[in-house]
């Protein structure tokens, strides 16, 4: 399967998004704090991205309205705003996000390795 992102190496200008989604829907992330992280294996030395150490990662709820006028929550959408330092590596990684609830519970997206969307970030031409 190929990635379902390509970019360059230090290009910070497109954010990472998504929503986080279970077996009932989308996942209520109001009051969670989220990890991005991410790891390549390039030259056999592994590469990780953790978002709490070089990048914000932002769990957000927006309120919407439906086509009935009321609003309603739409859930589970996260971003991502790479900073240089999480994209200074080229390579092929594979991503997920580290949710933690209120309750102090974590659960970690996607729940399955094989699911785990990749990026690949080619090196510079120069």
Known sequence: MPPSRYGKRNDTYEPYEGVLSDAYGPVDLR??????????????????????????????????????????????????????AAVSQAGLFNAECEVTFPNGKTLTWPDRQGNNPEFQLDPDIA
Do not use: W
């Not at 009051?31 to 294996?41: P, Y």
């Not at 009321?70 to 996260?78: D, P």
């Open 31 to 84: 009051g969670c704090s989220l990890r991005f992280l991410a790891k390549a294996t390039v030259d056999n030395v592994e590469i990780l991205i953790d978002s709490d150490s070089v990048a914000p990662l932002h769990g957000e709820c927006i309120n919407v309205e439906d086509e009935a006028g009321s609003t309603v929550a739409q859930r589970g959408r996260y971003r991502f705003e790479p900073a240089s």
